[in-house]
């Protein structure tokens, strides 16, 4: 059983940060990012007997968040605010170009802070975790349509309220 203990500990310390990034896309908000986490992380360490083995502990994690972020969502309809700073990926090479990131960063943000939950948690399940529509539509208890139909609507809405995102991004790929 000790074995048990420690494998999920280690589960827990090499995956939160990877978690964290997720979870803060789909709340917009670090402190809510947090709850979201343990409440997964609470969920994966019941089922933990049975997932250890299978290698799908990661999966079933994710799967909980999306699950718990849809069913917060339908529960509270309460205006959101981005205030947390997006947890930084350890290691890895230095970025290049700090300004260049920050505006972005600052840009994405407000960008992302003017759309629905939903659009949110299907852009950054499509894009952000490169998650298939259907993948996406199973994650979140919702159809194949209404996954296009949420990220066409929420592209749409990124390309009013921040332009410079096109921008950002032309310049940056011109640079590569």
């Known amino acids: 059983m000790d074995f048990l ?14 978690l964290l990034r997720s979870a803060y896309l789909l709340t917009g908000d670090q402190h809510l990012a947090e709850d ?8 994966t360490h019941r089922a933990w007997s049975r997932l250890h083995d299978s ?16 069913s917060w969502w ?3 309809r309460v205006p959101e605010s981005m205030p947390g700073v ?5 290691g890895g090479d230095p970025v290049p170009d700090h300004a260049q ?3 972005l960063r600052f840009t994405l943000r407000a960008a992302l802070a003017k759309l629905s939950a939903k659009q949110r948690a299907v852009l950054v399940l499509r894009f952000f975790e490169d998650r298939t529509e259907a993948q996406t539509a199973e994650l979140l208890g919702v159809t194949v349509g209404t996954v296009k139909s949420q990220t066409a609507r929420a592209l749409a809405r990124l390309r009013t309220v921040a332009p410079e995102l096109a921008e950002l991004y032309a310049s940056e790929g011109a640079t590569r």
């Open 5 to 18: 203990v420690s494998e999920f500990d280690s589960f827990v310390r090499s995956r939160t940060s990877a």
């Open 36 to 43: 979201l986490v343990q409440s997964a992380l609470a969920r």
């Open 55 to 70: 290698g799908n502990a990661e999966a079933y994690t994710r799967k909980t968040m999306y699950h718990l972020q849809v």
């Open 74 to 76: 339908r529960r509270r």
């Open 86 to 90: 997006l947890p930084e990926p350890r």
């Open 101 to 103: 990131q920050t505006a």
